[in-house]
């Protein structure tokens, strides 16, 4: 069974920090394309950041470039994403997406406020 678990999400102010985990089971981790995405209400689910497999190359939105940072562990089989500067617009509903081949995973998600 596959399951992809977040957490780590909260309530935090302007200008302040978060790391979201995700933790991963039920398929080969190491060779799995891993990704955040973030959705709010009447939006679609927009791609926040990626890592390939091996944690060589990363991919950032525009709008989190310079304070998102995607890292992975593929011995741990865990996903993260440190989150710096965090602005009222980066709430959302975030999410962790693993996808290999044909096959696409998704976590439940973790809400992320940012509210002063």
């Known amino acids: 069974q596959v399951n992809l678990v977040e957490s780590g999400g909260g309530l935090v102010q302007p200008g302040g920090s978060l790391t979201l985990s995700c933790e991963a089971s039920?398929?080969?981790?190491?060779?799995?394309?891993m990704a955040w995405f973030r959705q709010v209400p009447g939006k679609e689910r927009e791609l926040v950041a990626g890592i390939t497999s091996g944690g060589t190359y990363t991919d950032y939105a525009d709008s989190v470039k310079g304070r998102f940072t995607i890292s992975r562990d593929n011995a741990k089989k865990m996903v993260y994403l440190q989150m710096n500067g965090l602005k009222p617009e980066d709430t959302a509903v975030y999410y962790c997406?693993?996808?290999?081949?044909?096959?696409?995973?998704w976590g439940q998600g973790t809400q992320v406020t940012v509210s002063s």
């Open positions: 039920g398929f080969t981790f190491k060779f799995a394309y």
């Open positions: 997406r693993g996808s290999r081949e044909m096959s696409v995973y």
